[in-house]
């Protein structure tokens, strides 16, 4: 069934999921305050507006800005959206689905989204509408083609018609859509984004050392691109509450970190980390090394030398 969008704020993100909806023959509006953004999406034909009257649509998608200042996150944009949606929302008699794709701390949602649109609205989600946390993943240079071709959808809900009503209308997409509660999605797009962050910063210590060795760093990043397990094994590592152990890592770990000093690097910062971070997790029981994936843990689970791990 086609579906009412209106896209609240029609930045990078906006635009690719109004867009990508679009394609699939929904009607979207693009709403944004900025007078220049509106006219750049009416000049490419689409439908603008600055205003909206909630009951000419059935899905509100609210994706406006949550930037930082001095390292906190701040909603004033989306907490205005939310007043106006809410304000919105008590005009109206049918159900009515509200998607929020904006990158919001773990506990936004039940702490801040869904009582500004029950105070203002004075319904009550889950019953009179629907909320979804909807976090993207889209890079910026190639936003449209990621919202066309998502390698993955996550929807977080704490009411089954608000995560079936969404889900339906991501299926034409693809087939890798995930339901989770709403805060397990709002703490996934961070720890989505805290890894690609961890992955570059260690790439780029180990660009430091090659340098000073006189290596080319491309050649070894692409060969642990093939070699590593943790890059190849999706499942490899992800199991948290488990420090590695086993005859490698532990000493090759120190012994590099040594090695960098000794070439007067001084601290690898990154290396440094992830040592002091095993070390807090305490020692490693027997024969932690072998568990590689969920099935050798679970085979594991049943042996004598493995019934302590949890």
Known sequence: MKRNIVVIGAGVVGGATGKGFLSKGHRVVFCDTSGEVRAKYAAEGN??????????????????????????????????????????????????????????????TEELVIPMLEYYSHKKAGEDFGVCVNPEFLREATAEDDTAHPWAVVIGANDER??????????????????????????????HNMFNATKISFFNEVHTVCQNLGIDSGTISSLVAQSAEGMWNPEYGIKGGRPYGGTCLPKDTRAFRTFARDLGLGDMTLLDAVIRVNEEMGEPVEGWEEIRTQKDYEVALNTDTMDTIK
């Open 47 to 108: 439908e603008v507006c600055k205003d909206y009257y909630l009951p000419d649509f059935d899905i509100s998608m609210i994706c406006v800005n949550t930037p930082t200042h001095r390292n906190k996150i701040q909603y004033a944009y989306l907490e205005q959206a939310i007043e106006e949606l809410g304000t919105r929302l008590a005009d109206i008699s049918s159900y009515h689905l509200v998607s929020v794709r904006c990158t919001m701390l773990p506990g936004t």
């Open 162 to 191: 608000a995560a079936k009503e969404l889900k339906n209308i991501y299926e034409p997409f693809t087939s890798n859509i995930y339901l989770t509660d709403i805060k397990v999605a709002e703490m996934m797009k961070y720890a």
